[in-house]
């Protein structure tokens, strides 16, 4: 169905939709190798996580969470990972309007809790974001910076840090 016949169809019960066809979704890491880094910097799963429902609720106006199982082979071996899904439904619009913002919370993600990637699908079409070590070692960098002024928060805590270049490394699949 097209949005036009969707629209003819439900529209007139009282329901318009909002050209809201377009997905998005973080998938949000639960565990670390860097366990002990990690917890030093105080970062937990359900903190990463409650920033990205944070940041997709403020500019997509609401998400929802999925409890999902991955997989991936690493050093020869299976191996699986819980993993929470954060999707929105938005425009087309809002998409293009917070792409960088989406690719730096993938990044902040990612070097948060210690992973070499994070994935983030966007209409059925997976891309992984690969922090380079320069955005890497600028981001934590800033981190200091920061923690030096509390009024600044940063990565995760304020969602991105628009002081960062954009590194917009990632891998279609």
């Known amino acids: 169905m097209t949005t036009q016949e ?3 169809v439900f529209g007139k019960h009282g329901s318009k939709s909002a050209k809201n066809n377009h997905r998005i979704a973080i998938y949000v890491p639960t565990r670390t190798k860097a366990a002990a880094e990690v917890a030093a910097r105080n970062v937990t799963a359900k903190k990463l ?3 990205t429902i944070a ?3 403020d500019r997509f106006y609401g998400c929802s969470v999925i409890k ?3 997989f991936y082979k690493e050093d ?4 699986d990972e819980k993993v929470r899904v954060i999707y929105s439904f938005t425009s087309a619009q809002k998409l293009a309007e917070h792409a960088d913002e989406i690719i730096r919370m993938a990044n902040a993600i990612c070097i948060e809790y210690r992973q070499s990637s994070v994935a983030v699908e966007i209409d059925s079409q997976m891309f992984f974001y690969e922090p380079t070590q320069a955005y890497r070692d600028e981001y934590d960098r800033l981190l200091l910076r920061a923690a030096k002024d509390p009024e600044k928060s940063f990565g995760y805590q304020k969602y991105v840090n628009k002081n960062l270049p954009l590194d917009n490394k990632s891998k279609k699949v």
């Open 68 to 70: 999902i199982t991955g």
């Open 6 to 8: 969707i629209d003819a």
């Open 49 to 51: 996580r409650k920033a």
């Open 76 to 79: 020869g071996c299976y191996t």
């Open 55 to 57: 940041f997709m609720v």
